[in-house]
Every structure is written in C-alpha cells, then in structure tokens.
C-alpha cells in the first residue's frame, strides 16, 4: 500500500505533532506499507538541508519531500494579546508557500499515475483539509484524516476569535464529510466526529517517541538527589503552580527533592521565575524553557519521577497526552491525572500513580510516598515501562493502523508493495 502522509509540521523532530507524525510513519512502514512523507523539515534536522524544494530524501527507509524554504515559524513569544493574534496570522503566512507547494507536488505525481492508495493529513486544518480531499477525488485516492485535539473557546485568551480556534472548529463542521477515516487520539474525540465515520475511525492513543524513548535514554540518576521532573509549555499556569506548591510543602522534609519543570513557554516561565524567588526555592526548583532533543533525554534519564497533571476539562477528555509513553518508557514512575482515556491503559499504583484531585498537598503526598519506598517505586516503573510494548508502541499501532486502512478504508488486503 502506497500512502503519502502530509504534515505542515516540522520532522522528523519537533513538537508533540511530530512526534505523532513520525511514529504513524515509522509504524506504518514497518507494518509494510510504503510510506512517504511531505512535511516542513525540523530545526537542526538530521537531513542533509537542500536549496530546491520538496526534494526526496531519506529517513530510515522513508522518503521526505521536505521544503527548507519555508523555513520554520517560531511560535508566538509575547503576551500581549495583539502581537499574539499578529503572531499567529504571520505563522499562517509563512507556510502557504509550502502548502500550495506541496498540493502541486501530489498534483503532479498523481496525473503522472505514480499514484498513493492512501493520503493521510496530520494537521487540522480546514482549508487544507478541503483541498486534499478534492485532490483525493480527482484520483479516486481514499483521504484519511487525523484528529489530536478539541478545544472549548475559554482555553484561549481571544475566545471565539481564537485563529486556531476558528481552524480547529471549523476542520470538526466542514471537513470530515469528505473523508474515508479517520484516526482520533482518544475516545472522547471519535464521539465528536459524525456517525457516519464511527466504523471507519481507529483510536491511537499515543505512540512511543523512538527516538527520545527508554531505548536510546541512558539512566544516570544523581546520587543523593530525587529528581521529579514535568515536561510542557505550562500554557495552563494550574499544572507548574501545583509542582511549586508540592515543593514548597516538601522542601524542608526532604531535602534531597528536586523538582525541575522544562520547556516552559517564555512568558511563563518568567512568571514562575519570579514565584520561585519570592518563596526561596531556588535550592529545589528549578526552571527551564525549550530544550533541544538531546538535552530533553539527558533531563529524562535523570529523572525519578514525572508528573503529568491535567484537570478535567474539555480538551482532557478529547486528548491524551503524547509525552506520557516516553516518560513510562525511562522505567521512571509517573504521577498522573486519570483524566479521559489514561485510565483504560494504566492502572493506580501498579503501572502508574493517580492524581484524583490535582491539589499541591495531594501531589505532595504521592512524591513523598515514592521517596519513602523505593522499591515500590521501582516496581510501579517496571510495570509502566511494560505497558508501553503492550498499548503504546508504534509496531502495534503500525499493524492495526494498516489493517484498518486495507479493510475498512480500501475495502480487502492489498499486495505488499514496500
């Protein structure tokens, strides 16, 4: 099977997108299928950079039509709300090129007969979305498309007038009557697409990062030192509070805690900065902003235990979050809110620990009782790292994605011409 998945994210690193573009790529061609990928290319790619675009190469066995051209937009630094929705505009901007680019690409190769069975967008986009599944008619390619997030207008400062916002709701109220399937991240997604999708929709939770999982992370704890580590932007200021909060409670009883928090988006970790001096945690709290992939193992296999709240809300239950099977593939515990569908893969206090209530004392309770028995700790972790191989790896999700695509989307099996 011949499939083209179509991404205006960078790869084949970058953010949680392409961690989820690179895995299904990654999946897929292992399961068989022959797997092209047209996408804008990482920053410090591991592709040799080229002057023409959307020139083939070659990532471990998959061909990238990448365009270096368009260069990569730097998302929004400010907090301003207009240089914010100003940001946002130009980011829309600088990768028309590309997308208009590219749809002539699969123009081209499709009216030449070196046809796909299959297109896949990674991206929820509208506009774009509509131009593919026309493309897709023309050739009579079935169109596929992927879903990893709803979000309510009160999780962005402009509301409504939100521009990514607006993309993602109006991708949901035009788009899917057009395609063939669908692949959702969550349950809760899958029950927001129309009826008539439900039987061609498969739910892929997550798939391991292989490149920043257990597997290439050395385990280098410092001795003396328990380190708790939580990884995101903290664009919900409620999920850095809760880490300081637990540290403030836990600093003078165990002196050996560190807490690290990286990644962090620049206005908010300037906010953070300034909390953690007037509380005096410069000792036990330490604050990061964006980390490159090498540095991100390296704070990963120093690691003790992760912690990856979310509160229930709208997004949570129509989410999952694409970070939790690296953390659970270091072998490290990781404390985590039983939101949406976290609960149908993990178990409380056997593969992983529950937050209930999402309160400081609550998470400083569980750091304090993975400090005070480390055997236990060690066992949670094991058992964590176990359930990746069974829920969240890529070479599953691969086949099953495959198989899906062949029976249910293309009607039967098809002649493995990778």
């Given at each position: 099977?011949?499939?083209a998945?179509?991404?205006v994210v960078?790869?084949?690193f970058g953010?949680?997108?392409?961690?989820?573009?690179?895995s299904l790529?990654?999946?897929?061609q292992?399961a068989?299928?022959?797997v092209?990928?047209?996408?804008?290319p990482?920053?410090?790619?591991?592709l040799p950079?080229n002057?023409?675009?959307?020139?083939?190469q070659?990532?471990r066995?998959?061909?990238?039509?990448?365009?270096?051209r368009?260069?990569?937009?730097?998302?929004?630094k400010?907090?301003?709300?207009?240089?914010?929705?100003?940001?946002?505009l130009?980011?829309?901007?600088n990768?028309?090129?590309?997308?208009?680019?590219?749809?002539?690409f699969?123009?081209d190769v499709?009216a030449?007969r070196k046809?796909?069975d299959?297109i896949?967008?990674y991206?929820?986009?509208w506009?774009l979305?509509?131009?593919?599944a026309?493309l897709?008619?023309?050739y009579?390619i079935?169109?596929?498309?992927?879903?990893?997030?709803?979000?309510?207008?009160?999780?962005?400062?402009?509301?409504?007038?939100e521009p990514?916002?607006?993309r993602?709701?109006?991708?949901?109220?035009?788009?899917p009557?057009?395609c063939?399937?669908?692949?959702v991240?969550?349950?809760?997604?899958?029950?927001?697409?129309?009826?008539?999708?439900?039987d061609?929709?498969v739910?892929v939770?997550a798939?391991?990062?292989t490149?920043a999982?257990?597997g290439s992370?050395?385990r280098k704890v410092?001795?003396?030192?328990f380190q708790v580590a939580?990884?995101?932007?903290?664009?919900r200021?409620e999920?850095?509070?809760?880490?300081?909060d637990a540290?403030?409670?836990?600093?003078?009883?165990?002196?050996?805690l560190r807490v690290?928090l990286?990644?962090l988006l620049?206005?908010v970790?300037?906010?953070?900065?300034?909390?953690?001096?007037r509380?005096?945690?410069?000792?036990?709290?330490?604050l990061r902003?964006?980390?490159?992939?090498?540095?991100?193992?390296?704070?990963?296999g120093?690691?003790?235990a992760?912690?990856?709240?979310?509160?229930?809300?709208?997004?949570?239950?129509?989410?999952?979050p694409?970070r939790?099977?690296e953390?659970?593939?270091?072998?490290?515990?990781?404390?985590?809110s039983?939101?949406g569908d976290?609960g149908l893969?993990l178990e409380d206090a056997?593969s992983?620990?529950f937050?209930r209530?999402?309160?400081?004392?609550e998470?400083?309770?569980?750091i304090?009782?993975l400090?005070?028995?480390?055997?236990i700790k060690?066992?949670?972790?094991s058992?964590?790292r176990?359930v990746?191989d069974?829920?969240f790896?890529y070479r599953k999700?691969?086949?099953?994605?495959?198989?899906?695509f062949?029976?249910?989307?293309?009607?039967g099996?098809m002649?493995n011409?990778?």
């Amino acid at each position: 099977m011949n499939i083209a998945i179509f991404s205006v994210v960078p790869f084949p690193f970058g953010t949680a997108a392409s961690t989820r573009t690179r895995s299904l790529a990654l999946g897929l061609q292992e399961a068989g299928g022959a797997v092209t990928v047209i996408a804008l290319p990482s920053v410090g790619s591991p592709l040799p950079q080229n002057d023409g675009p959307l020139v083939p190469q070659h990532w471990r066995g998959i061909t990238c039509y990448l365009n270096w051209r368009s260069g990569i937009p730097e998302p929004p630094k400010s907090s301003s709300i207009a240089r914010n929705l100003a940001n946002r505009l130009l980011k829309g901007r600088n990768v028309a090129p590309f997308i208009g680019e590219a749809l002539g690409f699969l123009d081209d190769v499709c009216a030449k007969r070196k046809r796909f069975d299959l297109i896949i967008l990674y991206n929820q986009d509208w506009k774009l979305g509509r131009s593919l599944a026309v493309l897709c008619r023309r050739y009579s390619i079935a169109f596929v498309q992927c879903f990893s997030e709803r979000h309510a207008p009160g999780d962005y400062k402009l509301g409504f007038l939100e521009p990514h916002f607006l993309r993602e709701y109006f991708h949901f109220f035009f788009i899917p009557r057009h395609c063939d399937g669908a692949v959702v991240i969550s349950t809760g997604l899958k029950r927001m697409l129309p009826k008539y999708l439900h039987d061609r929709t498969v739910v892929v939770p997550a798939m391991t990062n292989t490149e920043a999982g257990g597997g290439s992370i050395i385990r280098k704890v410092e001795k003396g030192i328990f380190q708790v580590a939580y990884f995101g932007g903290g664009i919900r200021r409620e999920n850095p509070k809760l880490l300081i909060d637990a540290a403030t409670i836990l600093g003078r009883t165990f002196p050996q805690l560190r807490v690290v928090l990286f990644g962090l988006l620049p206005e908010v970790l300037s906010h953070f900065t300034e909390d953690v001096s007037r509380k005096h945690l410069e000792n036990s709290v330490r604050l990061r902003g964006r980390v490159k992939e090498e540095e991100l193992q390296e704070l990963f296999g120093a690691t003790d235990a992760f912690v990856l709240p979310r509160f229930s809300d709208f997004s949570a239950q129509c989410s999952f979050p694409t970070r939790l099977p690296e953390m659970l593939l270091t072998g490290a515990p990781v404390i985590v809110s039983d939101v949406g569908d976290v609960g149908l893969y993990l178990e409380d206090a056997i593969s992983a620990i529950f937050l209930r209530k999402c309160t400081g004392e609550e998470l400083a309770e569980k750091i304090a009782f993975l400090i005070a028995n480390p055997e236990i700790k060690e066992s949670i972790g094991s058992c964590g790292r176990a359930v990746v191989d069974n829920c969240f790896s890529y070479r599953k999700w691969g086949d099953e994605v495959l198989s899906f695509f062949q029976t249910k989307i293309l009607g039967g099996p098809m002649e493995n011409e990778h």
